[in-house]
């Protein structure tokens, strides 16, 4: 994941995720054109996507040893002249080490992947996608390819019984029907076989040329291949792969949103990971960001809403607070905002895949609990609007975003003003009207309500009894039966 700032830097906060807002915005153009050509034909893979789509909401998990110190999780190994590159010494080499070290005190004891899993089905999430290696190649599941791992006997935590944290993720999990997704970063800034000691390092990309040393990048390709391997053939049934570090790819692919820090050739053969990965896992959905093409299967906008709704599968992957990892002092957005996000989302037919990243314990901060049990509140009432939705026009005019069943019947959610606590007496609609003979009911609230046209399109009125009682807070949503067409 790119970050926006770290804690230590708060006046870049801004500017960072302006930055990426922009940088994501950029990536619809150049996605549409690659989805336009090279579109998923497995119809095992077709059909998973499409019961994907029918989720909505999803965990996004990243963790590892740097939740020891509160700071961005591996950029900060990073020496590019970025805001989330930012690291709180002037000495990199005592830096780096420092930060490796981190793994030898690594020991989150109270880390309880059933409590995750049970916070997440109150939220109202229906899948996960948990960090099982982020760029800083630190694997928070038991590979038998580096000793930079949380099973090593120099962590602390490997003598615990669930010391394979990304194992104990899936079971939890699981058990409670969520579909399961495996982040993993195909750069590895710990292997030698990408940040090679014989050289600097002086930016994200691997740090030799791979035409100049073909061997030395082969064994970086078959130490990705082994990893991605043991990920998808020890853990019982993946539903997702998602790649991130989007820089490792062919150069020659279609999506230049990288185009600017990509220096070299850095194909890992992807057909070949692909292929080795459905034979264990058949219909896996396959996320390889930013990179275009056969082997990305949904497009992922990071911290960003897209204007308007994609002619792809694509889903929001944002944060909680302002960073991905765990930061003692972050701000978490408030309930209200993340409803809103979710419903302009969905209303634009994309999942929400929303981040928190736990501290050095295993526990989440307080706030973003906090906000996951008010989001599932809000959902207990209005998930019928969000759940196996799609969009349909307009989308969204005014405060009210619309989505549909397959079943035929449409929904409106009005979307409060922050300071608007109860619903309105009448809501209009200019664009959606009933059908001669359809109910309209508020969800939430059993009795149909009072409805007639207007112009092409229709006023509800909201009863008096609802005002006083709303059955949620910050949006409403109302259940049209059918309508005219």
Not at 91 to 100: I, R
Not at 144 to 158: G, N, Q, S
Not at 308 to 320: F, Q
Not at 355 to 377: C, L, S, V, W, Y
Request: charged fraction near 25%; charge should be neutral; aromatic fraction near 14%.
């Amino acid at each position: 994941m790119k970050r926006p700032t770290s804690k230590m830097f708060p006046l870049f906060r801004f500017f960072g995720i302006l930055f990426l807002s922009i940088v994501c915005h950029r990536q619809s153009s150049t996605a549409q054109a690659a989805f336009a050509d090279e579109k998923e034909t497995d119809p095992q893979v077709v059909k998973n996507l499409d019961e994907w789509q029918d989720l909505k909401f999803g965990f996004l998990v990243q963790w590892g040893p740097y939740s020891q110190w509160g700071v961005v999780e591996s950029w900060s190994l990073c020496a590019e002249d970025e805001t989330w590159c930012k690291r709180k010494s002037d000495n990199y080499v005592e830096y780096k080490k420092s930060y490796e070290e981190l793994k030898n005190t690594f020991n989150p004891s109270k880390f309880d992947a059933a409590s995750w899993a049970s916070l997440a089905e109150e939220a109202g999430m229906k899948y996960v996608v948990f960090t099982m290696k982020h760029h800083d190649g630190f694997c928070m599941y038991d590979t038998k390819l580096t000793d930079y791992r949380v099973t090593d006997t120099d962590c602390p935590y490997h003598t615990n019984a669930n010391a394979d944290i990304g194992g104990q993720v899936f079971k939890a999990f699981r058990s409670k029907g969520f579909k399961l997704g495996a982040y993993f970063s195909k750069p590895d800034w710990n292997t030698p076989y990408y940040w090679w000691p014989y050289f600097a390092t002086p930016d994200r990309n691997v740090n030799y040329d791979p035409a100049k040393h073909p061997d030395r990048w082969q064994k970086f390709k078959d130490f990705t291949y082994g990893q991605i391997k043991e990920i998808v053939s020890q853990y019982g049934k993946l539903d997702i792969l998602w790649l991130d570090g989007g820089w490792v790819r062919p150069q020659a692919s279609k999506n230049a949103e990288l185009r600017r820090v990509i220096q070299y050739d850095q194909d890992v053969d992807m057909p070949k990971i692909a292929t080795m990965a459905r034979s264990f896992q058949p219909g896996l959905i396959i996320v390889d960001r930013s990179v275009g093409g056969k082997y990305e299967n949904y497009r992922t906008p990071e911290q960003h809403v897209p204007e308007s709704p994609p002619a792809y599968p694509w889903e929001t992957c944002m944060s909680m607070a302002v960073n991905w990892s765990y930061d003692p002092d972050d701000v978490y957005k408030s309930t209200y905002q993340l409803v809103h996000i979710l419903v302009d989302i969905v209303a634009k037919g994309g999942n929400y895949l929303l981040n928190a990243g736990p501290g050095p314990t295993g526990e989440f901060h307080p706030d973003a609990i906090n906000r996951m049990k008010e989001m599932g509140q809000w959902l207990k009432v209005n998930g019928e609007a969000i759940y196996s939705t799609r969009p349909v026009k307009p989308y969204k005019e005014g405060k009210t975003c619309y989505t549909s069943l397959k079943s035929g019947e449409v929904f409106a959610i009005y979307l409060a003003d922050e300071d608007e606590s109860v619903p309105p007496k009448k809501i209009v609609l200019n664009s959606i009207q009933p059908a001669p003979g359809a109910e309209v009911h508020m969800l939430g609230y059993k009795k149909p309500l009072k409805w007639e046209k207007n112009g092409k399109g229709v006023l509800i009125e909201v009863p008096a009894e609802m005002i006083r009682n709303p059955p949620c807070q910050h949006a409403w949503s109302f259940k049209i039966s059918s309508v005219a067409h």
